[in-house]
């Protein structure tokens, strides 16, 4: 009797060619391996392969020859050539993934499969996904099944999903399908059944009946897709000159790029200018994906609420505006003029700036007794200016240096005095020879008074002369 009764399931595994075809998928490990760390339940009665359910129940067999155990019935994978469904993937941004969700009434075909006892009624399958993951948290795609008499009423599990960095996940549309050994084989499920108070399931037609049996098992997959917004911003310069005079037209670009892989609707961008830049009305052009060769906008951009300047794709979309500014004479040389720009995103805002820097006919800054103290006027000290007399040092001086100081002064004056007398006879003498006598100096004057008072000698008169002598 257990024999036979394998015998008619295997035969019946062989009627669902296309069942069996989709599970190839499943590698032999995975179809084998016991009840991984899921979030899967109720606990409940489980069965074998050789030994169904008497009853109607949903995925409580431990060995199935190609899921293994059916408590575990809700797999994903990455949608690329020889991916294996498993329960834990790795979620990266642009990738599309898989989710596989396995049902099975577990009543044994051959005795109460067919009757009321083995029947399950209004069956029905739903799936959630979270809209927004983050990055390095694991996140769990589920799958639930219920009937309105099955032992238990609702069975449920999960995959999870590793996510890289944040991410959104979105349902691809016209994804959901049905699989399985009837005519509903390949239609389609509705998205909003799904994902919303479940989907009908059925054989031939969405009826919610499935009788027991590995014959009217099957399985509904979707694929979802992970998204991640990104852009980025820069300004610059046109011709890359950040240096200006005084009454200057400098041209600005503003350039965005949308790196991500969402579409980012009514990008804004506004730039707030300094009181030292003075937009030019009407200089506004914008350059896209639809205008490479520019068209000119309104002035917005200089604006409180800023310049819209449309939608753009992930990954492709761009933009480029220009627009120009005065710079003001009343700027001064050395000024640096710093100037901002936000593009605003349904994904979050990001700012950039740019410095010009006005030269013109800058006047030299003059030196003073800071920047140096050697100025004339400045204060010296022994710091700066260590060869200055007082800053030099005074020997010290004892008794012996005092003497030969003493000796050496009167020395000094003694040869002064020397030089003077020896200088003053010598003239005395030149003058007598030149018949010119030296002025007097007082004590010689009288000396010469006194001889003239001194009594006179006789002396022979002319008269008394001899002949010789006349």
């Given at each position: 009797m257990r024999n036979n009764k394998l015998h008619k399931s295997m035969l019946a595994i062989t009627t669902l060619g296309v069942v069996l075809a989709s599970l190839v998928g499943l590698s032999?490990?995975?179809?084998?391996?016991?009840?991984?760390?899921?979030?899967?339940?109720?606990?409940?009665?489980?069965?074998?392969?050789?030994?169904?359910?008497?009853?109607?129940?949903?995925?409580?067999?431990?060995?199935?020859?190609?899921?293994g155990d059916e408590r575990n019935f809700?797999?994903?994978?990455?949608?690329?050539?020889?991916?294996?469904?498993?329960?834990?993937?790795?979620?990266?941004?642009?990738?599309?993934?898989?989710?596989?969700?396995?049902?099975?009434?577990?009543?044994?075909?051959?005795?109460?499969?067919?009757?009321?006892?083995?029947?399950?009624d209004n069956v029905k399958m739903k799936s959630s996904f979270p809209a927004k993951v983050t990055g390095g948290e694991r996140a769990t795609v589920t799958g639930t099944i219920t009937a309105a008499d099955t032992d238990p009423l609702s069975v449920w599990d999960g995959a999870y999903l590793n996510p890289t960095q944040d991410l959104y996940l979105r349902y691809i549309p016209g994804t959901a399908t049905i699989h399985n050994g009837g005519t509903l084989n390949g239609q389609p499920i509705g998205p909003d059944y799904l994902f919303g108070d479940g989907a009908t399931l059925g054989y031939n037609k969405f009826s919610g009946i499935l009788p027991g049996c590995n014959e009217y098992a099957g399985f509904v997959t979707y694929q979802i897709f992970a998204d991640a917004p990104g852009f980025d911003i820069s300004k610059s310069v046109v011709g890359d000159n950040t240096t200006v005079n005084p009454g200057d037209i400098v041209t600005f670009k503003v350039s965005y790029k949308n790196t991500g892989t969402m579409d980012q609707a009514n990008v804004?961008?506004?730039?707030?200018?300094?009181?030292?830049l003075q937009y030019v009305t009407g200089s506004s052009k914008l350059y896209n994906n639809n205008n490479p060769d520019g068209?000119?906008?309104?002035?917005?951009?200089?604006?409180?609420?800023?310049?819209?300047?449309?939608?753009?794709?992930?990954?492709?979309?761009?933009?480029d505006v220009t627009y120009q500014v005065l710079v003001k004479d009343d700027v001064k040389c050395g000024d640096v003029i710093t100037n901002n720009v936000t593009v605003s995103t349904n994904d979050g805002n990001k700012h950039a700036s740019l410095s010009l820097t006005v030269k013109g006919d800058c006047d030299p800054v003059p030196e003073d007794c800071t920047t140096n103290p050697n100025l004339p006027g400045c204060k010296k000290d022994c710091t700066t200016n260590p060869e200055l007399p007082e800053c030099q040092t005074i020997p010290d001086?004892?008794?012996?240096?005092?003497?030969?100081?003493?000796?050496?002064?009167?020395?000094?004056?003694?040869?002064?005095?020397?030089?003077?007398?020896?200088?003053?006879?010598v003239k005395a003498v030149e003058s007598?020879?030149?018949?010119?006598?030296?002025?007097?100096?007082?004590?010689?004057?009288?000396?010469?008074?006194?001889?003239?008072?001194?009594?006179?000698?006789?002396?022979?008169?002319?008269?008394?002369k001899t002949p010789e002598q006349k």
């Open positions: 032999q490990t995975e179809r084998a391996s016991a009840l991984v760390d899921t979030p899967w339940g109720p606990e409940r009665k489980t069965y074998t392969w050789e030994d169904p359910a008497p009853y109607a129940t949903f995925n409580s067999i431990t060995n199935n020859p190609q899921l809700v797999r994903v994978r990455e949608v690329a050539d020889g991916n294996s469904f498993v329960d834990e993937v790795t979620v990266e941004p642009g990738k599309t993934y898989e989710v596989y969700i396995y049902y099975h009434n577990n009543a044994d075909a051959h005795e109460v499969g067919k009757t009321a006892i083995g029947i399950a804004v961008i506004r730039d707030t200018l300094p009181d030292s068209v000119v906008v309104n002035d917005d951009i200089v604006n409180e609420n800023g310049m819209n300047i449309g939608n753009y794709a992930g990954g492709n979309g761009w933009a001086t004892g008794p012996v240096e005092i003497v030969l100081a003493i000796i050496i002064v009167l020395g000094l004056c003694g040869a002064g005095f020397y030089f003077w007398r020896t200088h003053k006879k007598k020879v030149s018949g010119k006598s030296e002025p007097k100096s007082e004590p010689e004057k009288a000396e010469d008074k006194t001889k003239e008072k001194a009594p006179k000698k006789d002396t022979p008169k002319s008269e008394d």
